[in-house]
Nanobody, 115 residues
Framework: QVQLVESGGGLVQPGGSLRLSCAAS????????MGWYRQAPGKQREWVAV???????NYAESVKGRFTISGDNAKKIVYLQMNSLKPEDTAVYYCNWLQAGLSYWGQGTQVTVSS
């Protein structure tokens, strides 16, 4: 079992920045894929960014150039630095941990971009 705890959400003005964290604990393996997803009210959950245990990253087009995903392998924490935030980035952000064919989700953290 893997437990995930997200933090760092909040209210920010358009153009502002936030950094989300996802701390993993439990039976962590050396090879994993960790992703950030988000779900806005009335919309389906969508993928935002991903990082592998080898440090490879990829981003959804809607956040490319504004968001940066990074990880601390020793601490098993993954970050999502979000810059130039827009109102359309408002959503609950979830981290997802994939290892050995199993998928785990955090409880989510709310990000609200509004003036």
């Amino acid at each position: 079992q893997v437990q995930l705890v997200e933090s760092g959400g909040g209210l920010v003005q358009p153009g502002g920045s936030l950094r989300l964290s996802c701390a993993a604990s439990g039976s962590i393996k050396n090879i994993y894929i960790m992703g950030w997803y988000r779900q806005a009210p009335g919309k389906q959950r969508e993928w935002v960014a991903v990082i592998t245990s080898e440090g490879l990253t990829n981003y959804a087009e809607s956040v490319k150039g504004r968001f940066t995903i990074s990880g601390d392998n020793a601490k098993k924490i993954v970050y999502l630095q979000m810059n130039s935030l827009k109102p359309e980035d408002t959503a609950v952000y979830y981290c997802n941990w994939l290892q050995a064919g199993l998928s785990y989700w955090g409880q989510g953290t709310q990000v609200t971009v509004s003036s």
